[in-house]
């Protein structure tokens, strides 16, 4: 069965970074993109970027462009998110989901567990 | 300030029928872009509900349906149970700087 694992919670300070890794199993991983989405204590979910896992381009949303970084490793199904310059706004919880294509848009059949991040001094 | 605008909450009684409105634009819903659901129980992952619109992955229960019409989408959910109840989420694609994955502000169902 397709299974999404992240990595553990992580603690912060301002200013750092955190990098989280997704790790896929149960399909081949690069027949789909992977797509990371955060989530803010009591908030919506919010795009972050995505990856096509085949030849690594990534695409940012323009929030985050210049703060975060999405990579892959075919030998390990493996794909990770980088976030840089952290601050108490990027407390969330974040989640990777494979993206799967159809009738003009992206839709996110299988998501992560979700691993919070909690950025504080 | 949600790109997709959705109703905070909604409730029902177990057995009743309720619907989820999620409301466009010209960049994104009225311009024939498909739109998925996302249920989310509490404390877990979003789960797929519903996505093109109105297909409904394996393991869904045909009590829940989508429809599209114009700018607006709706999620409806018959025969309400008692594990219904979750934060839902609209999704789709944006054509302007938002996108191209935007997600609504979420609907709280309250199975009452």
């Known amino acids: 069965q397709v299974q999404l694992v992240q990595s553990g919670a992580e603690v912060k300070k301002p200013g750092a970074s955190v990098k989280v890794s997704c790790k896929a199993s149960?399909?081949?991983?690069?027949?789909?993109?992977i797509y990371w989405v955060r989530q803010a204590p009591g908030q919506t979910l919010e795009w972050m970027g995505w990856?096509?896992?085949?030849?690594?381009?990534?695409k940012y949303s323009q929030k985050f462009q210049g703060r975060v970084t999405i990579t892959r490793d075919i030998s390990a199904n493996t794909a990770y998110m980088e976030l840089s310059s952290l601050r108490s706004e990027d407390t969330a919880v974040y989640y990777c989901a494979r993206g799967r294509y159809g009738s003009g848009s992206y839709h996110f059949d299988y998501w992560g567990q979700g691993t919070l991040v909690t950025v504080s001094s | 300030q949600s790109v997709l605008t959705q109703p905070p909450s909604v409730s029902g009684a177990p057995g009743q029928r309720v619907t989820i409105s999620c409301t466009g634009s010209?960049?994104?819903?009225?311009?024939?872009?498909?739109v998925h659901w996302y249920q989310q129980l509490p404390g877990t992952a979003p789960k797929l509900l519903i996505y093109?619109?109105?297909n409904r992955p394996s393991g869904v229960p045909d009590r829940f349906s989508g429809s599209k019409s114009g700018t607006s989408a709706s999620l409806a959910i018959t025969g309400l149970q008692a594990e219904d109840e979750a934060d839902y989420y609209c999704?789709?694609?944006?054509?302007?700087?938002?996108?191209?994955?935007?997600f609504g502000g979420g609907t709280k169902l309250t199975v009452l």
């Open positions: 093109g619109n109105n």
């Open positions: 999704q789709s694609y944006d054509s302007s700087l938002s996108g191209p994955v935007v």
């Open positions: 010209s960049s994104n819903l009225g311009t024939s872009y498909v």
């Open positions: 149960g399909y081949t991983f690069t027949t789909d993109a």
């Open positions: 990856i096509n896992t085949v030849n690594g381009n990534t």
